[in-house]
């Protein structure tokens, strides 16, 4: 189904069992806990510096910028 990937291991669909949704089956484009967010196909607890929480996601800030938020970059 949409949003799941065959697992290499037993050829069955599905994602890891921390994703909600992936992209393959290791690599989550959402997470199942709602409080962790999605930074490289993984599922966190905090964003990285340099990236921002949103919409479920880490997302990179603007070059040059140490840590950002969505409207701020320092």
């Not at 199942?32 to 921002?52: D, I, Q, R």
């Amino acid at each position: 189904p949409n949003g799941t990937a065959v697992n290499p291991s037993t050829g069955d669909c599905g994602c890891d069992a921390s994703c909600l949704t992936c992209s393959t089956y290791a690599v989550c484009t959402a997470c199942m806990n709602t409080s962790l967010w999605v930074l490289n196909g993984n599922c966190v607890a905090n964003c990285t510096s340099a990236t921002y929480a949103n919409a479920g996601k880490c997302v990179p800030c603007s070059d040059g910028c140490i840590s950002c938020t969505i409207n701020t970059c320092t």
